[in-house]
Each structure stands twice: as structure tokens, then as C-alpha cells.
Nanobody, 116 residues
Framework: QVQLVESGGGLVQAGGSLRLSCVASDSIFNGIGMGWYHQAPGKQRELVAAMTSGGATNYADSVKDRFTISRDSAKNTVYLQMSSLKPEDTGVYYC??????????WGQGTQVTVSS
């Protein structure tokens, strides 16, 4: 099975920036695509950023123009550059492939906390 490990979260003030990383155990990012999910406290996971294998990107309205998804396929790594962070961005962030009928096993996620 593919293992996904997220990192890079932390505590930041509103308006600050973070870069999240996701490392896969093999070359899954050479497939159809990858995405980042946000799970706010008490809520279900929501896809907030996605990238197809061809490099096209899509973002949820809540993060559009603030977050950027990118990947380094040679390193089996996907990134989420987060800027102008808001308190409502607080939660656990996970990576996975949104284009699969069944997702890979979920990783531990990485916690992002944005203070006002």
C-alpha cells in the first residue's frame, strides 16, 4: 500500500504563511494527480486544492488566490504553499489523490492553527 506522510504545519498568526509537504512511499505523483484536504474541528474532510497529472489546478473558493499546490514528482512530494492565512484555515491537512475511485490510505495529517 502507498504511505503518505504530511508535515509542515504549525501555529501562525493571521496573515502568515506556511508550506506543507506530503511525501509518498512510491511514485504515485506520476499518476493522474494529487490534492490537499482540510478537516476543520468537528467537520469532514474537504478538498481544497487539486492538481491533475497534466498540471492543471483547481482550488476551493475559500482558499483561491491564497494557496498554491505544486509537486516534485522525482521526489514523490507534493506541496501546499499557504499565505494570508485566516483563523478559519485552522484544522488538519491531508494529502491524497482525489481522482481515484478509492483513495490511498490516509496519513496522519499535519495540524495548522491560525491565531487572530
Amino acid at each position: 500500500q502507498v504511505q503518505l506522510v504530511e508535515s509542515g504545519g504549525g501555529l501562525v498568526q493571521a496573515g502568515g504563511s506556511l508550506r506543507l509537504s506530503c511525501v509518498a512511499s512510491d511514485s504515485i505523483f506520476n499518476g493522474i494527480g494529487m490534492g490537499w484536504y482540510h478537516q476543520a474541528p468537528g467537520k469532514q474532510r474537504e478538498l481544497v486544492a487539486a492538481m491533475t497529472s497534466g498540471g492543471a489546478t483547481n482550488y476551493a473558493d475559500s482558499v483561491k488566490d491564497r494557496f498554491t499546490i505544486s509537486r516534485d514528482s522525482a521526489k514523490n512530494t507534493v506541496y501546499l504553499q499557504m499565505s494570508s492565512l485566516k483563523p478559519e484555515d485552522t484544522g488538519v491537512y491531508y494529502c491524497n489523490d482525489p481522482f481515484l475511485e478509492r483513495p490511498h490510505s490516509w496519513g496522519q495529517g499535519t495540524q495548522v492553527t491560525v491565531s487572530s
